[in-house]
């Protein structure tokens, strides 16, 4: 009868440790964050603000006017989908070795995360 406890023990025990809290987080997306452009002159601020619950922002700031965009994005395999209104883009992206946002096209521009 003893064996058959120390059993029931030690497979409790072995079942405890192997659930941690770690496993019941979400995994948060690479993207999360604020990003800010790094190649932009002083009077100049362009940013991409993503969130967990894949909306984001997209702010563009200059001398005159401030252009704030609402959309929706996903992102899988190093391209992310961005969808505003009725318009649908679509952009490759990678994290560098410094941590930068590098969004690929013509410039590949490259962001900052500030948050």
């Known amino acids: 009868m003893k ?15 192997s659930c941690s ?12 964050g604020t990003w800010q452009r790094v190649d932009l002159v002083e009077d100049l601020e362009e940013r991409y603000i993503f969130h967990s619950d894949k909306t984001g922002t997209y702010l563009f700031k ?7 965009i609402i959309f929706n994005w996903i992102a899988q395999d190093n391209v992310m989908d961005i ?3 009725d318009v ?3 952009m490759g992206y990678e994290i560098n070795s410094l941590g930068q946002l590098v969004i690929n096209g013509d410039d590949d521009l490259t962001y900052n995360r500030i948050q």
């Open 88 to 90: 649908e883009l679509m």
């Open 62 to 68: 200059d001398q005159v006017n401030t252009t704030n």
């Open 83 to 85: 969808t505003y209104a």
């Open 21 to 32: 809290k770690d496993d019941d987080a979400p995994e948060v997306h690479e993207l999360v």
């Open 3 to 17: 064996t058959l406890s120390l059993f029931g023990v030690l497979t409790l025990m072995f079942i405890v440790q």
